[in-house]
């Protein structure tokens, strides 16, 4: 317990759609303070999916940072530890960050991408781009085979929506009032 965090959440017990993920991976001692007897029944996914998650960005405290070998090394190494798909995130969102522009986030995905870019075509690696940027999910979309986008603002344009409908990419629908935090200004 910390003044900004208490693990497990204290409103866990209120949370249904959570606590099925929890007895399924622990089945025999599921999460002991909830009654889980019908945890499935409000459960958004029976199978849940693991996601490994990549931060290319300078405040990053474990996996990426800005060094793009770093990058796709930790992703190769998420997907060979058994992550169902590897998301790629060159905008921080921690509380305080100040919003990159698209052509910095880009400057920063694109390595990562071009050196991931055999994997995802032998289908060795499924990649998810999570950004608040039309212009980054286009260029993507036009020139690597990712699988998911994970917009942040949860609010993509129809002309984004299309073009991810045409290639056949998933959407992940995210909303938090904190995102994004103050798009024109740069650190």
């Not at 950004?131 to 949860?154: A, H, M, Q, S």
Request: charged share 20%; glycine share 6%.
């Amino acid at each position: 317990n910390t003044p900004h965090l208490t693990v497990p959440h204290p409103e866990l017990p209120n949370r249904p759609f959570f606590l099925h993920l929890l007895k399924l991976m622990e089945p025999e001692g599921a999460y002991r303070h909830c009654d889980t007897e019908n945890c499935f029944l409000k459960g958004l996914v029976v199978s849940p999916k693991l996601v490994g998650i990549v931060n290319i960005t300078p405040d990053s405290f474990s996996d990426g940072g800005l060094d793009p070998e770093h990058g796709m090394a930790h992703a190769i190494q998420l997907a060979a530890d058994g992550a169902t798909l590897v998301e790629l995130g060159a905008q921080s969102t921690r509380p305080g960050a100040l919003m990159q522009p698209a052509d910095s986030e880009w400057a920063r995905l694109q390595p990562v991408l071009d050196g991931l870019s055999p994997q995802m075509k032998r289908g060795e690696i499924t990649i998810s781009i999570d950004t608040i940027w039309p212009e980054i999910i286009r260029k993507v979309l036009e020139n690597y085979p990712v699988r998911w986008i994970n917009d942040l603002t949860g609010s993509l344009d129809d002309d984004t929506i299309k073009l991810m409908t045409s290639r056949q990419c998933n959407a992940v629908l995210m909303h938090s009032l904190g995102v994004p935090h103050q798009k024109d200004v740069t650190i």
